[in-house]
Every structure is written in structure tokens, then in C-alpha cells.
């Protein structure tokens, strides 16, 4: 009796997978060992999907990103992809220099690709928020071209056209900021799609201070299958604000999205804050412990409940000792930096 058997042909860098059907011996100690090899080849398909690093980008890695983009680079200087995504990385490091250059490089190197104008558009935007009056006009209608260059691309780009939304709700009136075509906005990404459409429409009536408009709309977009973790983290940290604050309703939606993914950090973060809220301090440590166990790239959980204690007048001990573990690595991208750990460390001390 003949055993057949699927072989996966693996391609470096990037898995392409090619299959054959050959007959696998009968013998038994061959079928162990074949097994195995199967459960190799798993394996490495897993870690090469986990390693690409504009999946690690949409999982808040950065500092994982990074190291694959930059030997990237190093070995492909004229990579666009690896400019373009260098240009996101070296922002959430909080450099405002070095994005616009790499993603104008990008483009150069290729404009037939949306992403990378969408790149470019929001790196204009960067430059925008440090510009003067006339500068600003000229850097506005710059990101329109790019942006729009973009959505004419890849009409299904959502990204793009939440840059789009953010450029219509903050831009000054004299630079084509409009309430009216951010709200149309809105609901055209709700034709792309209904959760993202939903957190469009959230995004609006925050901007216009209607906190209960905006839970409800996240509440509806939370609700839609399958489940789409930018509308669960947006719900949570909606019940985590300030102005919309109830401890019971954050801590659920945090729990369900560690369920989806508990290699990410947003969910503890908000958690930390609601058990230093509730004074909860065996609950806080354990779920710090945990954290640093599933991301230890990632301190912010310990960050936020610093951050908590002291708006809230208690514990500066507590909260000195959380930022010196805070402190002991470099934050990671889209975090505090080391100086407003420092800033609030000063002020626990």
C-alpha cells in the first residue's frame, strides 16, 4: 500500500508555495520522519507569515519591524517597499525628518503603487504640523495630490481615505478643511467597510464633542462579524477616556481583545489603567507580569498606570517604580518617550 502525501516547496526570502503529490513509503520509520519534516515546513511558513513586517506595523511591533526593514534597506538601498515602510517606522520612533525623504524615495522608485503615495501624503502631512502659514497652504495642497493620486490607485485603500477624513476635519477652511466633506467621507469608507465606515462616523462625532453619538457608533461596530480589532481597541478605549470612563465596560472589551490577539499591548495598557483607577494592586502586578510576558518589546502597561496613579494623587512610590521599569528599554514605536517618562518620574519623586 502506497502513502501520498502533499510536498510545500518553499522559495526564500518570501514563501511561495508550490505543492506535489508523491507517494510516500509505507514503511513506518519513513512516515515518522516525514511527518516531521512536515511539521518543520509549518513551522517556518508561520514565522515567515509573523515576520512581515507591515503585519507586524498593523500589530503596533515596531521595534520587530524595524530590524527586518533596516537590514532590508541595507542590502537594497533603491528597495522601495523597504523606504516606504522605514518612512512609517522612523515616525513612530518620533524622527520628523528622515519620513518625507524616504517617502518621496519610494515613490520614485515606483508610483504605480498607492500605498506608497498614501506614505508620501502623510508625510507631507507630518511636515504640515510644524510649518508655517504659507508653507502649510503649499504642503495641503501637496498631500491632496498625493492623497487623492493614492485613492485613484486603489479606490479600496481605507487608509487613504481616513487620511482624507483627518486632512477634511483639521485642516484650516483657507487649506480645504470641510466638516461637511468629512462627514460624506465617513460614509464612504462605510461602503468599503461597515466597521471601518462605523469607526469613520465615531471619528466625526468625537471631533465634534457628541462622546454619546460616537460610544454608540463603536458600540455598533464592535458588535459586526467577523470581529475587527480596530473597532474592539476603539471601543475600549473609548470607555477608558476621561469623558466616557466606566471601569466595567473597558475591562470587558480589553479581555475580548486579548482573546483575539495577546501578543498585543493595547489591551493590558487599558487594563493597567483601570486596576490603578480601582487601586486594584494584585491585579495590576499580575496582569504587568503578564504583559511583559507576551511583549516584552512593549512597557507602555506600565507606563499608563504610572500615568494614572499620578493624575489621580496616589501612590507616587508605586508610580516612581513603574516608570523606572519604564525606563529600563527603549519605548516602542507610537509610545511615550524616555523624556516623558523622565518628566513623569520628576514629578512622582
Given at each position: 500500500m502506497k502513502f501520498h502525501t502533499a510536498v510545500i516547496i518553499l522559495t526564500p526570502p518570501f514563501a511561495k508555495l508550490k505543492m506535489r503529490v508523491l507517494p510516500l513509503p509505507a514503511n513506518r520509520s519513513y512516515q515518522r520522519w516525514f511527518l516531521a519534516i512536515l511539521c518543520v515546513v509549518a513551522a517556518f511558513s508561520a514565522n515567515a507569515q509573523q515576520a512581515d513586517p507591515e503585519k507586524l506595523i498593523d500589530a503596533g511591533h515596531w521595534k520587530k519591524a524595524r530590524v527586518l526593514v533596516e537590514a532590508r534597506r541595507s542590502q537594497s538601498p533603491n528597495d522601495a517597499l523597504a523606504n516606504f515602510l522605514l518612512s512609517q517606522i522612523h515616525n513612530a520612533f518620533g524622527d520628523y525628518t528622515s519620513p518625507l525623504p524616504l517617502a518621496e524615495k519610494a515613490v520614485a522608485l515606483d508610483g504605480h503603487v498607492a500605498k506608497y503615495h498614501r506614505q508620501l501624503a502623510e508625510a507631507l502631512g507630518l511636515e504640515a504640523q510644524h510649518a508655517g502659514a504659507l508653507r502649510l497652504i503649499f504642503l495641503a495642497r501637496q498631500f491632496r495630490s498625493e492623497i487623492d493620486l493614492a485613492i485613484s490607485l486603489d479606490p479600496r485603500d481605507i487608509q487613504a481615505h481616513r487620511d482624507l477624513l483627518e486632512y477634511y476635519l483639521v485642516a484650516p477652511g483657507i487649506a480645504g478643511g470641510d466638516l461637511q466633506k468629512a462627514t460624506a467621507m465617513?460614509?464612504?469608507?462605510?461602503?468599503?467597510?461597515?466597521?471601518?465606515?462605523?469607526?469613520?462616523?465615531?471619528?466625526?462625532?468625537?471631533?465634534?464633542?457628541?462622546?454619546?453619538?460616537?460610544?454608540?457608533?463603536?458600540?455598533?461596530?464592535?458588535?459586526?462579524?467577523?470581529?475587527?480589532?480596530?473597532?474592539?481597541?476603539?471601543?475600549?478605549?473609548?470607555?477608558?477616556?476621561?469623558?466616557?470612563?466606566?471601569?466595567?465596560?473597558?475591562?470587558?472589551?480589553?479581555?475580548?481583545?486579548?482573546?483575539?490577539?495577546?501578543?498585543?499591548?493595547?489591551?493590558?495598557?487599558?487594563?493597567?489603567?483601570?486596576?490603578?483607577?480601582?487601586?486594584?494592586?494584585?491585579?495590576?502586578?499580575?496582569?504587568?507580569?503578564?504583559?511583559?510576558?507576551?511583549?516584552?518589546?512593549?512597557?507602555?502597561?506600565?507606563?499608563?498606570?504610572?500615568?494614572?496613579?499620578?493624575?489621580?494623587?496616589?501612590?507616587?512610590?508605586?508610580?516612581?517604580?513603574?516608570?523606572?521599569?519604564?525606563?529600563?528599554?527603549?519605548?516602542?514605536?507610537?509610545?511615550?518617550?524616555?523624556?516623558?517618562?523622565?518628566?513623569?518620574?520628576?514629578?512622582?519623586?
Open positions: 465617513a460614509k464612504q469608507i462605510g461602503f468599503l467597510d461597515a466597521a471601518e465606515g462605523l469607526l469613520a462616523e465615531a471619528r466625526v462625532a468625537s471631533f465634534r464633542k457628541r462622546f454619546g453619538d460616537a460610544g454608540e457608533l463603536l458600540r455598533q461596530a464592535s458588535a459586526l462579524q467577523p470581529p475587527n480589532y480596530r473597532a474592539r481597541l476603539a471601543l475600549a478605549q473609548y470607555y477608558s477616556a476621561p469623558e466616557s470612563f466606566n471601569p466595567v465596560m473597558a475591562s470587558n472589551a480589553a479581555e475580548e481583545l486579548l482573546k483575539l490577539d495577546p501578543g498585543r499591548v493595547e489591551p493590558y495598557a487599558i487594563l493597567a489603567q483601570v486596576y490603578a483607577e480601582q487601586c486594584n494592586w494584585n491585579a495590576l502586578d499580575s496582569l504587568l507580569s503578564e504583559a511583559t510576558q507576551h511583549n516584552s518589546d512593549d512597557l507602555t502597561p506600565y507606563y499608563r498606570a504610572a500615568e494614572t496613579l499620578l493624575a489621580e494623587g496616589r501612590e507616587p512610590a508605586r508610580a516612581a517604580r513603574y516608570l523606572r521599569v519604564y525606563l529600563e528599554h527603549e519605548p516602542e514605536g507610537n509610545e511615550p518617550t524616555l523624556a516623558d517618562a523622565r518628566r513623569k518620574l520628576a514629578a512622582a519623586n
